[in-house]
């Protein structure tokens, strides 16, 4: 590299350049010590790319939230009720069809039946407790989105895109646990090739019907009419 | 290696250390990866499902509103139990689904956590069971005297359940006395009817019918119960796609958002209204033969001598063949504040020129309660006499809107007992022994009678928040029944709504918002002259001192919206100042005084004094000096005592409106405004264009049609010839998105949030001039500069012609908003809503993002309904949302219908209509920019035969 000398005047006002200290400063003056500093640069680097990988692997959604599975305040198992009763999924979440939010079902809801079947079980009593007392059950959110991410249930719904596709199978689990990172690129995939991922019209949307299994439910629409057209522009989601 | 020079060195060592750091860095964030858990967070469903509730949903209910003298059907959205967003309700014939920022701001009231919380006897916190028995105890001693010692105050009386009250209590008890007071109120006027027709009624304009209005003093598109009905009736005369055009000429002291968009203004002295109006019955009786009785003219005449002729002949002589032109389609019409004869004046005036039961009528009027502020000295009188002993004062704040010579404050001490309902623990709170809590109209049972005599329940949209009462409560409680105030509502309408039963009929009632339209029982009587004639003749003759004009405020209108902040920091639609007011000053006065904006003069009138800061406003009238009422509170909320001058000492009963000034003298102090605009010339770049239309059959100006924009669908076209500069539009924005204030340094340091903004400029010269507003909020570019300079990639394009934002991408390097040649960018640079109080936050739209600090923000087009429509239209099998079905906020909003907003893609669309308008162009369209917003000029429909 090339310095360009001063002008003449810069340099006698300058006293005498002092060079600046610097970190290591001292390494500088023999060979050993120059290749100390590079052994423990490269050591540096490394480490600093090892870090950056595990945290690059480990750090992200698929390994921090995918497997989360709370302790829910009441026992409630899908398995149960869905596989093994063949309850719908829009029988409690009402509003998967109709609004942004697929929502809990208020606690009414479970003692429509509750108050008839099983009202002496142990396992229900904080159920009964909470509703004799008019007190919410505050259930632990399992799918959890960023703030800044607007999910409409209904648009998704509509489109034949199955529970299951986000949510894993439900029926199977006797305490709700998260199957996908739900990351933005898991939104992408799906957004770029629709086509893939909804299921034909002509196919009832099976909200888990414990008979399915994920190949027939993600199998290809050959639908060509369709206008599926998911938005893959920033305010499609963020707003 | 190398040989080294000491440079190279030098970088080696940076580089190692920026590796340490590197590392160091590494292992503090690997050191937290076991750490990383998700915090627990919670849904919590209700108990029991609520009706019609769909989680993610808003709900829609109607209910209606009292305000200004007028009362207005409202659609108010709901997420969750908890009201968000107030629109107007399309079946309401007042309003017809439109709303002022007044309306819009009363969701802010509701969730102001200042609002009084509890019962308060002589500052002892007390509850609602105590001070009903203290109600019932007072109610049962007044027996014995008839009632004879109590007075009752009422506040913006619109009411027919209260109304029934009341009487009930007059039944009871008949001499109790009744009481309504406003700062603003129809006393006047309807002082006027009972000297023109001998009763008291209430004047209905048809705005849309009028081809001609000469208006004095008159801003009934402005502050005024009748805004919204003048505004969509002007508007309606307005569209130039139906060939016709009406004609306002605005005679006025102080510019008015009426005089900015009339055809013609005239700068007149308060003082001199009365005489132009005179010469203008003159004329017209001269010179065009309308007939008026004799005695009138004979005074007409002697007050109009008093005018500088040389000025008003041809001005006069121009309106008269005008109105004479357009007999039964003109209208005449004098401001509220006006002294009675002169608006009686006008309704005879009216009446010669066939407009009665055209395009006015009269109905009869609500109540026959006195009000004014006559009724508050016959008030003062009474306790003054020991005559009065009790005092309730149900709503409003009569100590600190009281004119300056009735002492309330003093008197309502030392009545035997005086109670206090309010929304806050205001001056009259503090003045009172009691004082109760009372519910926001949101958050409780009722109704409201409209001018025009259509009336709506009011149902409440969740529980009073801080244990309000209404009152209907406190009257119930009173007469000793114990009734709630919805079972008194519905004992109102019992016997009304019969159709299909009465349960089938409430509903109804409450679904749709309106109990009935407005029938057609007018009361359109003959006028009287020989009372007006009389008062005609004793009306004093212009003087030359100066006179202190009062007019609402444009921020908290009277003082009631004191405390409500999106209010403060809109700006006020002329002088564009924020949080706080002024004195508006001509500017010759100005060069006397050598006053600059934000001076303060030292105002004296009725012996007492006032320092306020000027406005220098062009179009003042040089001996009016206009002040709003409404700010400088001493006590209630914190908004409302930080901000402003209270004025309300220089008024007088006798005087209410407009009172001499015994002396104006320069302050040595400074109290700069909050403004927003600060330059309000256009420089020759006509940002807004007029365009003038003379003869009648000209109907579409000539001019360049707009281009089309690129591929993208959405367009807005906004009408400036229908744009009054309300400012509705602004506030349904912020309400909409969530959009945070500032405060009054904010607003100094030009930090202003308000995504759309009115910018205004004058056109003309002081005696004739006009304001030019538009409404500025982002273009929307195809081109869009800001897109290309973002750093971060957190603005970009959308197929469907949206410059997306995205906030959670926005690192703050503000590039975008440098390079936006319309300013149309805002940014956080504080954390607005951390220090946001909770109840608060429940006023906020969950459909959009609540923005941190550091993130840029601009308008979206509303982006989250864009969003909806699509997905409905999805839902219902159509390919895209149908005309129509997507309205932006402020579209919504627009009293006059100015913005349309639309889909460029469907060729039939009415915004793809509207933009083939000769009138339209782009702003800044030299840049090339291909701004998905375009504006059509305004129009002036200038009568040739006024001299300009």
């Known amino acids: 590299m090339k310095i360009e000398r001063p002008p003449a005047g810069e340099v006698a006002s300058r006293a005498s350049p002092v060079e600046p200290p610097r970190l290591l400063g001292v390494l500088r003056e023999t060979k050993a010590a120059r290749m100390r500093l590079l052994a423990a640069l490269a050591m540096g680097v490394a480490l600093v790319s090892l870090a950056g990988a595990a945290l690059g692997y480990y750090g992200t959604d698929s390994n921090i939230v995918v497997g989360y599975r709370p302790k829910q305040p009441v026992d409630f198992s899908h398995k149960l009720h869905v596989a093994d009763l063949g309850l719908d999924c829009r029988l409690c979440h009402l509003g998967a069809e109709a609004g942004a939010n697929a929502g809990l079902p208020t606690t009414q809801t479970c003692m429509n039946c509750h108050s008839k079947v099983r009202t002496d ?119 | 290696m190398t040989k080294s020079n000491g440079r190279q060195e030098g970088l080696d060592a940076r580089c190692s250390r920026r590796n340490l750091l590197k590392l160091g860095g590494s292992l503090t964030a690997l050191s937290w990866l076991p750490a990383c858990r998700r915090p627990e967070e919670h849904i919590v469903p209700a108990v029991n499902q609520a009706e019609y509730e769909v989680p993610g949903r808003p709900l829609h209910y109607a209910t209606a ?67 009903k028995t203290m109600l019932a105890t007072l109610g049962h001693s007044l027996g014995t005297v008839n009632g004879r010692t109590l007075a009752l105050v009422m506040n913006d009386h619109r009411s ?92 006025e002291p102080s510019l008015t958002v009426t005089g900015g968009v009339a055809d013609h203004r005239f700068r007149c002295e308060r003082a001199e209204l009365a005489s132009v109006l005179c010469a203008l019955t003159a004329v017209l009786s001269a010179d065009f033969g309308i007939i008026l009785p004799e005695p009138v003219l004979r005074a007409v005449q002697r007050v109009a001598g008093g005018l500088d002729l040389s000025r008003w002949s041809k001005v006069v002589h121009a309106m008269a063949s005008d109105l004479a ?72 704040n009569a100590v600190y809107d009281a004119p300056g010579d009735l002492p309330l404050e003093r008197l309502l001490q030392q009545a035997e007992l005086s109670v206090h309902l309010g929304l806050y623990v205001d001056e009259t709170a503090q003045a009172c022994h009691w004082h109760i809590p009372q519910a926001h109209p949101l ?41 709630t105030t919805y079972r008194a509502v519905q004992s109102t309408w019992q016997s009304i709504l019969t159709a299909n039963g009465f349960d089938a009929a409430w509903r109804r009632a409450l679904h749709q918002g309106v109990i009935h339209s407005a029938s057609d029982d007018y009361e359109n009587l003959p006028p009287r002259a020989d009372e007006v004639a009389q008062l005609l003749g004793s009306l004093p003759s212009i003087e030359n001192s100066y006179r202190i004009d009062f007019a609402p405020d444009a921020h908290s209108y009277d003082g009631r919206f004191g405390n409500n902040r999106w209010l403060h920091e809109l700006p006020e639609p002329i002088g564009k100042a924020t949080w706080g007011n002024g004195a508006k000053i001509s500017s010759q006065l100005a060069r006397k005084f050598e006053l600059t904006d934000g001076d303060e003069i030292e105002l004296r009138a009725a012996g007492r004094h006032v320092k306020v800061p000027v406005i220098v406003s062009p179009g003042q009238a040089d001996r009016t000096i206009t002040v709003s009422l409404g700010q400088g ?40 405004l909050a403004r927003t605009q600060l330059e309000f010339a256009m420089h020759g770049r ?48 912020q309400a909409e998105n969530n959009i945070s204030c500032v405060g009054e340094s904010g607003v100094h340091e030009g930090r202003h949030m308000h995504w759309l903004r009115l910018d205004r400029y004058y056109e003309g010269n002081d005696d004739t001039l006009l304001a030019m507003t538009q409404p500025v909020m982002c273009q929307q570019c195809e081109n869009a500069p800001c897109e290309a300079v973002c750093p971060a990639g957190a603005t970009a394009h959308s197929p469907d012609g949206l410059s997306d934002m995205v906030y959670n991408r926005c690192v703050g390097s503000r590039y975008c908003a440098n390079n936006c040649p319309f300013k149309a960018r805002r940014f956080n640079y504080f954390d607005y809503w951390g220090a946001v109080e909770s109840t608060r936050r429940l006023q906020l739209n969950p459909d959009v993002t609540v923005r941190s600090r550091g993130v840029m923000e601009k308008c979206s087009f509303c982006v989250q309904r864009i ?23 402020c579209q919504q909003a627009c009293p006059t219908g100015a913005i349309v907003f639309g889909d460029l893609a469907d060729r039939d669309s009415k915004v793809s209509n509207t933009m083939k308008s000769a009138r339209g162009y782009r702003l800044l369209d030299e840049l090339g920019l291909g701004n998905r917003v375009v504006y059509l000029s305004i129009i002036r429909n200038r009568n040739a035969e006024v001299p300009t």
């Not at chain 1, 960023?146 to 305490?175: I, K, L, N, W």
């Not at chain 2, 709303?99 to 006897?121: F, G, H, K, N, P």
């Not at chain 2, 009216?350 to 009665?356: M, P």
């Not at chain 2, 969003?867 to 906020?889: F, R, V, Y």
């Open chain 2, 325 to 396: 032109g357009h007999q039964g389609r003109s209208l005449v019409i004098v401001g509220e504040r006006e002294p009675a004869v002169t608006q009686a004046l006008a309704m005879l005036l009216n009446h010669a020129l066939g407009n009665q039961g055209q395009t006015m009528d009269f109905r009869k009027a609500f109540d026959e309660v006195p009000s004014g502020s006559a009724a508050l000295r016959a008030l003062t009188d009474g306790i003054t006499r020991g005559q009065t002993k009790q005092v309730l004062v149900l709503g409003g």
């Open chain 2, 65 to 131: 509103l009292a305000l200004m003298g007028n009362a207005f059907g409202l659609l108010v959205e709901s997420h969750d139990g908890h009201p968000t967003k107030i629109e107007g309700n399309p079946k309401h014939p007042e309003n017809a689904g439109k709303t002022s920022s007044y309306l819009q701001a009363q969701v802010l009231e509701l969730y102001d956590s200042e609002r009084s919380r509890c019962v308060i006897e002589n500052g002892q916190r007390r509850d609602w069971a105590a001070a």
């Open chain 2, 443 to 483: 958050e409780s049972w009722g109704d409201v009678m409209s001018r025009d005599q259509v009336a709506s329940i009011v149902q409440p949209l969740i529980a009073p928040l801080f244990g309000g009462r209404t009152a209907v409560d406190v009257l119930s409680a009173l007469l000793g029944n114990d009734t």
């Open chain 2, 867 to 889: 969003n909806q429509g699509k997905i409905d239209a999805k839902q219902q099998g159509l390919g895209s949302p149908k005309d129509g079905a997507i309205l932006t906020a």
């Open chain 2, 686 to 733: 006509a940002p807004v264009k007029a365009v003038v239309r003379e003869s009648p059959k000209q109907s579409e100006p000539k001019g360049q049609r707009v281009s089309r924009v690129g591929a993208g669908k959405y367009a807005m076209v906004i009408d400036l010839a229908k744009c009054t500069g309300c400012g509705a539009c602004a506030m349904a924005c």
């Open chain 1, 121 to 239: 079980s142990v396992a229900l009593l904080p159920l009964r407790a909470t509703y004799a007392e008019g007190r919410a059950i505050p259930w632990v959110r399992v799918h959890n989105l960023p703030d800044f991410v607007y999910f409409d249930h209904r648009a998704h719904v509509s489109a034949q895109v199955e529970c299951a596709y986000c949510h894993g199978q439900v029926e199977q689990m006797v305490q709700v646990e998260q199957v996908k990172p739900l990351s933005m690129g898991d939104c992408i995939e799906c957004h770029q090739e629709p086509r893939k991922y909804v299921t034909s019209l002509s196919q009832p949307l099976t909200y888990a019907n414990q008979n399915h299994d994920a190949s027939v439910v993600l199998k290809t629409a050959h639908e060509t009419e369709r206008d599926i057209s998911p938005p893959l522009h920033c305010s499609g989601c963020h707003r």
């Open chain 2, 633 to 672: 509170r001493k006590v209630g909320g914190s908004a409302a005592r930080a901000t402003g001058t209270d004025l309300h000492p220089l008024r007088t009963v006798s005087a209410p409106y407009s009172i001499v000034c015994e002396g104006v003298e320069r302050a040595a102090s400074r109290v700069p």
């Open chain 2, 160 to 251: 027919p359940t209260v109304r029934a009250h009341v009487k009930a209590l007059r039944d009871k008890f008949p001499e109790v006395q009744v009481y309504a007071y406003d700062t603003f109120d129809s006393s006047l006027t309807d002082a006027a009817t009972v000297l023109a027709f001998g009763r008291k009624l209430e004047p209905i304009y048809h705005y849309d019918r009028v081809g001609v209005l000469v208006g004095f003093d008159a801003d009934v598109l402005g502050l005024h119960g009748d805004a919204l009905r003048a505004a969509r009736g002007w508007a309606s005369m307005r569209d130039t796609t139906e060939g016709c055009c009406n004609r306002w000429y605005m005679i």
